[in-house]
């Protein structure tokens, strides 16, 4: 089924219009510096670990073709505010997404609770 590029993907009910608020604009952070030596202290005990554990079993690792399996590269996983119900109905009608699992989390001090939305490309 072919889409229109024009058109979104995924339409959703629009709310009500907002003017713009005016006044001056906030500045951007710059993110932090992550220099190589501290990635390096940082990641190198995990992927040496990795690799010890891939040199250990490697006749119990495989890699399968199974279309059903839930590999992380096949997924997209959306935190949705509130109902998910519209949400749901708007992703259903986007071809080769299919939901796949929601979970409802405990917000902190959210009025409306957050979702889950985990869906197989």
């Given at each position: 089924?072919?889409?229109?590029?024009?058109?979104?993907?995924?339409?959703?009910a629009?709310?009500?219009?907002?003017?713009?608020?005016?006044?001056?604009?906030?500045?951007?952070?710059?993110?932090?510096?992550?220099?190589?030596?501290?990635?390096?202290?940082?990641?190198?005990?995990?992927?040496?670990?990795?690799?010890?554990?891939?040199?250990?079993?490697a006749?119990?690792?495989?890699?399968?073709?199974?279309?059903?399996?839930?590999?992380?590269?096949?997924l997209l996983v959306?935190?949705?505010?509130?109902?998910?119900?519209?949400?749901?109905?708007?992703?259903?009608?986007?071809?080769?997404?299919?939901?796949?699992?929601?979970?409802?989390?405990?917000?902190?001090d959210?009025?409306?609770?957050?979702?889950?939305?985990?869906?197989?490309?």
């Amino acid at each position: 089924m072919a889409s229109d590029p024009n058109k979104p993907l995924l339409r959703l009910a629009s709310g009500p219009e907002k003017d713009r608020p005016v006044g001056q604009p906030r500045p951007i952070p710059q993110p932090t510096a992550f220099p190589q030596g501290r990635q390096v202290g940082a990641f190198s005990p995990k992927f040496a670990r990795l690799a010890e554990m891939l040199e250990r079993n490697a006749s119990s690792i495989e890699l399968r073709a199974d279309p059903s399996a839930l590999a992380p590269e096949r997924l997209l996983v959306f935190e949705v505010k509130g109902a998910i119900g519209q949400f749901a109905a708007a992703i259903r009608r986007v071809p080769g997404l299919e939901l796949i699992d929601e979970e409802e989390l405990i917000g902190d001090d959210d009025k409306a609770p957050v979702a889950i939305c985990c869906f197989r490309t």
